[in-house]
């Protein structure tokens, strides 16, 4: 944990990176945590907390590795206190440092001093079950379907703060701040809104980029990266401008199926189903490759479909 770059990749297993290897992107040296840990094949999602523990979300529950072991979490039907189902979508530490774990049956919150979760419930005593999080100044925000949720820092209530209905059935699978005000939302298989927390007023974006969208980034210059299935992916200004369009036909693009995407020192990192990872310098339109080279090189990245890029908090 205290390398001097940790960036974690999520395949079928997880990745540390530190700067000992030459590649073609980089310099960097895959540490792989696999099977024989205990680690379920399919990785879904990942975190590391402020005590510097790696946290693991799969479809078979969750992990959390400290550099040497690598400790599960299942749901036990007879424990109130165990995460909610093993399907694990999304986890965020927040600014007070609560750990959340986002699962098919419900929101849970580690709670390190008992080494269990605390399950919120909503006003009929029903599990929350949310999709996408994101945080704000004052309290972290939930997308669920057609509705938002938001933690309260300063007196720890989890309550509905909106509804919207301008299209049914819109699970929220993907939740960035527009504004201090308004929410981009992003359905898997409804395309983008935009959400006035203040009014509760739903709209489309200014740009249309169709309804099956696999991801959806807001860099630190406010740009919109948009990545629509087998589509490549589009940047945007807020107003709707295009700034960019980059697929296997006009750029370095090494696939147009886009899974996942990162931010890290103002490059735009792509993790893609089957090219590796892709590593765009935005303002040159330049793209260099982390991939796996089977048979030629063994320190070449162990796999090509990347589900989840994460840049943690040393960079």
Known sequence: ????????????????????????????????????DGLPST???????????????????????????????????????????????QMI????????ILTDKGVARYQRQSDDFFIPVNETGNNIIVYSVCLTKGGVLFGSKNKIFFYNYQDASFRLLQSFDL?????VTLLSLWDEHTLLCCSRWQGLLLLDLKTGKCSRPPFDCGKEIM????????????APYNGGLNCLTRDGKLLGTYTTRNSSLSNNVVLSLAEREGQIWIGTDGGGINILDPETGQFSLLEHIPGRDNYSLPANSILCLYNDRNN
């Not at 530490?93 to 959340?100: L, P």
């Not at 980034?217 to 919109?224: A, E, T, V």
């Open 1 to 36: 944990m205290k390398k001097r770059i940790l960036i974690l990749l999520c395949t079928a297993f997880i990745i540390q990176l530190a700067g000992i290897l030459p590649l073609q992107a980089g310099h960097y040296y895959y540490k792989q945590i696999s099977l024989k």
């Open 167 to 171: 299209v049914s059935n819109y699970n």
């Open 93 to 100: 530490e927040d600014e007070q440092n609560n750990i959340w």
């Open 43 to 89: 990785v879904r999602c990942i975190l590391t907390d402020e005590q510097g523990f790696v946290w693991i979300g799969t479809r078979s529950g969750l992990g959390r590795y400290d550099g040497h072991e690598l400790k599960k979490y299942v749901h036990q039907a007879d424990n109130p206190h165990s995460i909610p189902h093993n399907l694990i979508y």
């Open 215 to 226: 991801n959806v980034l807001i860099d630190s210059q406010k740009r919109i990266w948009v």
